[in-house]
């Protein structure tokens, strides 16, 4: 059974950081792409970043670029996404999510994680 289980998420002023971490388990390598999506209240899920789970690949949306990070600790099974310079226009539910090999999208979804930055 696979598990993807999101935290660090929380309240937290502009300008301010925050780190979010998805521990995965179950059979991680057979996945090529981990990523953070994110769902603010009214809209679509969008992509947030993603790496590669071999060899550490990053993409990232253009809104966040050069404020956040995603990076991953194979050994731990965790994927790590540093938020910096945060705006209130990132508030949102947080998603790990898992694409595995020949999978035509994501297959595994975390439950989600809050980030509320205010003004």
């Known amino acids: 059974q696979v598990q993807l289980v999101e935290s660090g998420g929380g309240l937290v002023q502009a300008g301010g950081s925050l780190r979010l971490s998805c521990v995965a388990s179950?059979?991680?390598?057979?996945?090529?792409?981990m990523s953070w999506f994110r769902q603010a209240p009214g809209k679509e899920r969008e992509f947030v970043a993603s790496?590669?789970?071999?060899?550490?690949?990053?993409r990232y949306a253009d809104s966040v670029k050069d404020r956040f990070t995603i990076s991953r600790q194979n050994a731990k099974n965790t994927v790590y996404l540093q938020m910096n310079s945060l705006k209130p226009e990132d508030t949102a539910v947080y998603y790990c999510?898992?694409?595995?090999?020949?999978?035509?999208?994501?297959?595994?979804w975390g439950q989600g994680t809050q980030v509320t930055v205010s003004s």
């Open positions: 999510a898992a694409w595995s090999f020949g999978a035509s999208d994501y297959d595994y």
């Open positions: 179950g059979r991680t390598s057979r996945w090529a792409v």
């Open positions: 790496i590669t789970w071999s060899f550490g690949s990053t």
